[in-house]
């Protein structure tokens, strides 16, 4: 048991940048998704431990409360808790993650409970106690009157509790978000997205509740389609063979030397509404089919939302070692290739199989439901594919340790007229690149989503697609030198 005595933990450095990242592109579920991981991983780390102690099989339970009344989001889980040794990397942004993340491990940057409870609001709190530790942890990050008192620490009081206890429970305080709900956005959005997200993770059980009731919703299709059994069709339709084909294909194939694996399916039933295709890292799904506008029917694949295979084709991608950003809401890379790899995987390819995926969805569509179909109006968010280039890199590179600052740059967003945008510019030129690598990385993010939002990104495209894509009409209005 150790003995009970307050401390303070330090959260510098750039205080101020932790106002301006209050403007990244989270919405309220994705935000959420980041405590939820929090807990997962906590759960996962000390389930062991868990069931030794109490020994049966332990069950995660997270509970998240909204209160549009009290502007007030609580979050609980029953977790493993946070020790006093880990508190520093629980609440430091960009502090790091666990140094040896194992095969599970969600944590990318070690930012996003904190970003996103930045995000939500100036002030929240943390009540914890780690299984056997024997005492509370409580604290409240308050950074109003941390900026206004220009300290960088925050007091941790540390009271008895239980030794079999293990919680963690947070509370936004104060929101900064619309927490109302005339449109059903919680039922209808953020609890399938949720429920998705973390759906592959065995006894993790996710409630939301919104002022006072348990949401429940009909939307989440979080069970495997069943496959279609039918022969293979010809353009008009007609079986080719009598041969009954099971039309779901395991996926294990290298793509720019990263595992892929998987399976895609065409589904026995289509739908205009029904799943398309889930990416996930470590069981997470990345881009799925559930709320925050993430149905990933990608058309460098599957074609426009209006054809007949994206109404059949269902699949899993497991993309373990592939790199996501910081706010878990994409990959950070072009899929473009990607999706083309798994194109050739599920096409005609004598003689290894003589199935294509895809003319199948579309012939056996043709024929079974030519009389009723109906036109759906064309998917106007195309993207051209992101032009790849490598560049020539000296044999004793230079290591930067900042970013140096660019009147020309700063003058060309000073235009723009948004002044978080060269705020956040001004921000990232102070911070040190070597020291404070993450906390670069992730202004550095938030710079250029926001920039191609103000631009006319929509949501759902990648910036460096949506900056690729635009790349002439840029180099039209002018070079700015960095």
């Known amino acids: 048991m150790i003995a009970n005595k307050d401390f303070n933990v330090d959260i510098a450095p750039e205080m101020e940048l932790y106002k301006i990242l209050q403007r990244q592109s989270y919405s309220i579920e994705t935000a959420l998704a ?29 509970q998240i409360a909204i209160s549009s009344l009290d502007r007030q989001i609580i979050i609980e889980d029953n977790a493993g808790g946070i020790t006093r040794n880990n508190f520093q990397r629980a609440i430091r942004m960009g502090y790091g993650p666990d140094p040896k993340p194992g095969p599970q491990n969600l944590s990318v940057y070690g930012i996003g409970m904190k970003s996103s409870a930045i995000w939500f609001s100036n002030r929240w709190s943390i009540e914890t106690s780690a299984l056997g530790s024997g005492e509370k942890l409580t604290t409240t990050f308050d950074l109003d009157q941390l900026l206004s008192s220009g300290t960088t620490k925050i007091e941790v009081r540390s009271s008895p509790e239980d030794e079999n206890k293990h919680y963690t429970k947070i509370t936004i305080i104060d929101c900064l978000r619309e927490l109302s709900d005339p449109n059903k956005q919680f039922e209808e959005t953020v609890l399938p997205y949720l429920q998705e997200t973390f759906y592959k993770f065995k006894n993790v059980f996710i409630e939301v509740m919104h002022d006072g009731l348990l949401l429940q919703t009909t939307k989440t299709q979080l069970t495997e389609p069943s496959p279609l059994e039918y022969p293979r069709v ?58 925050g506008n993430r149905q990933n029917k990608p058309q460098v694949l599957l074609g426009t939302s209006n054809k007949y295979a994206p109404q059949r084709i269902y699949g899993e991608i497991h993309l373990d070692d592939f790199p996501v950003n910081f706010m878990k809401t994409g990959f950070d890379m072009n899929m473009d290739g990607l999706y083309r790899a798994i194109r050739t995987e599920i ?16 012939r056996f569509r043709k024929k079974k439901k030519k009389s009723n179909t109906t036109t759906r109006p064309k998917d106007r968010s195309k993207t051209k594919p992101e032009t790849e280039t490598e560049s020539e890199q000296s044999s004793d590179p230079v290591v930067l340790t900042e970013i140096s600052f660019s009147s020309d740059l700063n003058n060309a967003l000073a235009q723009l007229r948004v002044k978080k945008l060269y705020r956040l510019y001004d921000s990232l030129c102070h911070i040190s690149l070597i020291r404070h690598p993450v906390l670069a990385y992730v202004g550095a993010w938030t710079l250029l989503e926001s920039l191609a939002t103000q631009m006319g990104k929509v949501t759902g495209i990648a910036f460096p697609s949506f900056f690729s894509s635009h790349y002439k009409e840029l180099a039209k209005i002018g070079s700015v030198s960095v």
Not at 45 to 53: P, W
Not at 347 to 362: F, G, L
């Open 34 to 62: 980041e405590f939820v991981d929090n807990s997962v991983q906590s759960f996962i780390d000390q389930r062991n431990t868990i069931l030794q102690r109490e020994g049966i099989e332990p069950k995660l339970k997270v």
């Open 234 to 291: 010809d353009n008009n339709g007609d079986p080719i063979t009598n041969a009954v084909v099971k039309w779901k294909k395991e996926l294990d194939f290298i793509h720019d030397n990263k595992p892929v694996r998987g399976f895609i399916l065409i589904r026995e039933t289509g739908s205009y509404h029904g799943p398309g295709i889930r990416l996930l890292r470590n069981q997470r799904v990345i881009f799925g089919t559930q709320g």
């Open 347 to 362: 096409s005609a390819r004598p003689p290894d199989t003589k199935e294509d995926y895809i003319e199948q969805a579309i």
